[in-house]
């Protein structure tokens, strides 16, 4: 009995964006990263192209962290005391692009300052000549005082920065048109909020191509279920032609996922849980698939074994 | 497809005799196309029109039910592509597998163990569902040992893999007095399978090597008169699991295509060089029914019953806990008062926070609607305003001594608003996440 495939016909298709520049192209990158370009919903080959496969991040920080899970300690070894040791240590783990997250305050607890975040990020850029990321603390104030200067500083290298949020975003686009960056448009879990903050943004003169949508989202069992949805729409209503909901969307599975209890440790947890190690590795990875499924473009993670494992079942996505 | 309820009533006998118990045929017709009322209330509808009827009433993906001797399960029968669009209704079974020819100890250790698994995830107890028990040993009688080894070890629902009728037939015996589904008939033992099935009132999973050759062997299978089909398109990997699934859905969903709209089994760690988790994983959100493990390891399956959660989550109803002062670990006047929302997941990381701190505490679950802190925050629904209408509501202050309250540090901002809200309190600011709450409770609370 011959069966007849229905395929989906759409008319938008999501909008590629390249992170990082070469010497030619006026920065000191070894290579770009472009994500985007597809025209159809995730890895539905046959009714679709698929240009560019997900992206596969490294979290790094500019010091070591305070309380991370002992399980990060001891994949990165030394390498976490000096991000750029820690940058060399994830391109060598495989990293498509290093996304590097400024403290809060440095490690003798003081406000971390512009000169260090300057410091830190030429450091960062000697190291490895991947794409970077270069994101803020998480406090509109700091954060503005710190990647406006990082911006200067790196003029020309295409970095992704962030975060720009809707009550802060004025200052990074700024600092990013200025010094021919990108930029990180992040919003809490809802569709009409990602469109709109994309519009906030390009309507201050930053160019479509130089923005990417961070929808956030939930680690398994604390959300990731809302995430996973507001991604589908977003991504139908870009395949629909929707022109504000089209950029590639980026997602922190890493950050999310090793905050939470079932990763981050081992002791005082129910037995039925199972082996700590394995879990936690279980629960970042899980998420990550989970959030490749509904079309992320760009993944942020922090274990090396996870990065590995997600590029393995992003291979065997791609076609034949 | 469904049918609207104009083309139910041209298919009606239009007497409007009443003897259904509506006034005329066309309200019988409208209630029929809003499922509140069953054609078996008209006693003079023509066969042709029943079969029409009952045809386009049929869900699009059938739903198969199994059954062990303490426990069922049901798959199938799901309306969308994305559970966005409405939901996801019947959750896939997860099983482990089990080879008869591991040994009698073998089997029933490794199944007791599995069988007793369970976890609490907020609120909601988690298990395995069932075992799928596969004759590798080739001998009908060490096959039926161990089906009912298995069935010594766990009441829970059992598939069984049985590459011929012979052995079929000698694992349903074995199983008789349940429901399991019988795995698998293809192209060469259909009507033997069929048979087998068919004594034994089990479901029966159906393999091809491509959609053509499945749809021919279910229209077969339906022919000798079996109707709860179970598919394995014989996908193997994640891309072709992906396309294939996707098209299975979507002919059942957009075409109404009969042959293919039964529920899917998968063995996702059986495919050469796949990472089972993450294959797992996706079947999980995309589209599977049955989906069969290689081994119990609870530090997989806990993520991946959580997973299935999550997916099959209502997304018009998050789950939530009743607003209320709830009192854990036997508090005091003096102990320490948190506040939170009423998001279940929320509410029990929290809860399960302070109760695993050791420290008696009162928690405040404010009405935000069922939203997480930070989203009922932008939402409007966790301010001020509200955190002080539930201090006060709940009766706080005839409990509390004290009037020190501890706000989630992912809403900061509210403190100075809620100060005047709530005249003569301190408003502490707590951790950011809970997993953080016992270290923040030794550094700041003193009685």
């Known amino acids: 009995m011959p069966v007849e ?44 192209s698929f240009p560019n496969p997900p992206a596969l991040a490294i979290e790094i920080r500019d010091r070591r962290p305070d309380e991370w899970s002992p399980l990060l300690y001891q994949a ?82 295409r970095l992704l920065l962030g975060t720009c949020e809707d009550k802060n975003y004025r200052t990074i686009v700024a600092a990013a048109l200025a010094n021919d960056h990108l930029v990180q448009s992040k919003t ?41 949805s507001v991604m589908e729409r977003l991504r139908l209503a870009a395949l629909q032609g929707d022109g504000m909901t089209q950029q590639p969307m980026m997602v922190t599975p890493g950050e999310e996922t090793w905050k939470v209890k079932e990763s981050k440790v081992g002791e005082g947890v129910p037995a039925a849980w199972g082996d700590w190690q394995k879990r936690a590795l279980e629960w970042e ?24 494992r997600l590029r393995g079942m992003v291979g065997a996505l791609q076609p034949a | 497809m469904a049918l609207t309820g104009l083309e139910i009533y041209k298919l009606l006998p239009q007497t409007n005799c009443k003897d259904c118990g509506y006034p005329t045929c066309l309200a019988f017709a409208m209630k029929l196309a809003a499922k509140q009322a069953e054609l078996k209330a008209c006693p003079h509808v023509s066969p042709e029109a029943k079969i029409k009827l009952e045809a386009a009433s049929a869900p699009p993906i059938r739903l198969v039910e199994i059954a062990g001797e303490d ?37 029933k250790a490794a199944v007791a163990e599995a069988d007793a698994f369970q976890v609490d995830y907020v609120g909601i107890t ?51 007095g349940t429901r399991p589904l019988l795995y698998a008939a293809d192209g060469s033992n259909w009507q033997a399978m069929a048979e087998a099935a068919k004594a034994a009132g089990a479901p029966l999973a159906v393999k091809g090597s491509s959609l053509d050759e499945l749809a021919e062997l279910t229209a077969k299978l339906q022919g000798a008169g079996i109707e709860d089909l179970v598919l394995d398109p014989g996908a193997a990997g994640h891309r072709d699991s992906l396309q294939q699934f996707t098209t299975l859905r979507r002919l059942a969903l957009k075409k109404n295509f009969r042959p293919l709209g039964f529920p899917l089994i998968t063995f996702p760690g059986a495919v050469a060089e796949a990472d089972q988790t993450l294959l797992a994983a996706q079947h999980i959100a995309k589209y599977a029914g049955f989906i069969v493990l290689e081994q119990f390891e609870p530090a997989t399956l806990y993520p991946l019953l959580v997973l299935r959660q999550n997916i099959y989550t209502d997304p018009q109803k998050p789950i939530q806990v009743q607003p209320a002062l709830y009192e854990i670990n036997g508090p005091d006047g003096n102990a320490p008062l948190l506040v939170t929302t009423n998001f279940s997941i929320t509410y029990f990381s929290v ?15 404010a009405d935000a609607e069922g939203m997480s802190v930070l989203t009922a925050w ?70």
């Open chain 1, 76 to 157: 990165w070894g030394e390498a976490i005391n000096d991000p750029a040791e820690w940058a060399k240590a994830a391109e060598a783990a495989g990293a498509d692009m290093i996304f590097l997250v400024l403290s809060q305050t440095t490690a003798d607890g003081q406000p971390n300052t512009p000169a260090n975040a300057k410091a830190v990020v030429r450091k960062v850029l000697q190291a490895t000549g991947l794409p970077l990321a270069v994101i803020g603390p998480g406090q509109a104030d700091l954060d503005n005082e710190l990647i406006v200067p990082v911006a200067e500083e790196a003029k020309g290298e």
């Open chain 2, 378 to 447: 932008a939402a409007g629904k966790f301010d001020a305003e509200r955190i002080a209408k539930s201090v006060k509501a709940f009766g706080v202050e005839g409990k509390v001594g004290h009037k020190r309250l501890i706000i989630p540090g992912q809403v900061a901002v509210l403190s100075g608003e809620l100060e005047e809200e709530l005249p003569g309190w301190q408003i502490m600011v707590g951790p950011r996440e809970a997993v953080d709450i016992a270290a923040y409770l030794k550094a700041m609370w003193k009685n």
């Open chain 2, 126 to 176: 988690l298990a395995l569902d069932g075992f799928a028990v596969e004759a590798a040993s080739g001998n009908p009688a060490a096959f039926a040992a161990a089906v009912k080894t298995v069935r010594a070890a766990s009441k829970k629902p059992l598939i069984l893999i049985a590459p011929t009728p012979e052995l079929a037939k000698a694992g349903l015996e074995a199983a008789a």
């Open chain 2, 71 to 107: 426990g069922k399960l049901a798959v199938g029968n799901e309306t969308v592509l994305f559970r966005h669009e409405k939901t996801f209704y019947h959750r896939p079974g997860l099983f482990v597998r089990v080879m008869d020819s591991a040994g009698d100890a073998a089997v």
């Open chain 1, 5 to 48: 495939i229905p395929k989906d016909k759409w008319s938008g298709s999501v909008r590629q964006v390249t992170l990082g520049a070469t010497a030619q192209q006026g920065g000191t990158r070894s290579r770009t990263l472009t994500l985007g370009g597809e025209n159809a919903m995730p890895f539905l080959h046959y009714e679709g």
């Open chain 1, 285 to 308: 990875a899980i998420t990550g698939a989970t959030l490749i499924q509904s079309g992320a473009n760009l993944l942020v993670v922090r274990h090396p074994k996870t990065l590995q």
């Open chain 1, 188 to 228: 809490p879990m809802d569709v009409n909020l990602s469109k709109q903050l994309v519009i906030l943004i390009h309507d201050m003169g930053m160019p479509l191509e130089r923005i990417v949508m961070d929808p956030t989202t939930g680690a398994l069992g604390y959300g990731i279920e809302y995430g996973y």
């Open chain 2, 351 to 365: 809860a399960n926070e302070v109760e695993g701190s050791g420290w008696p505490a009162w928690l405040v679950v």
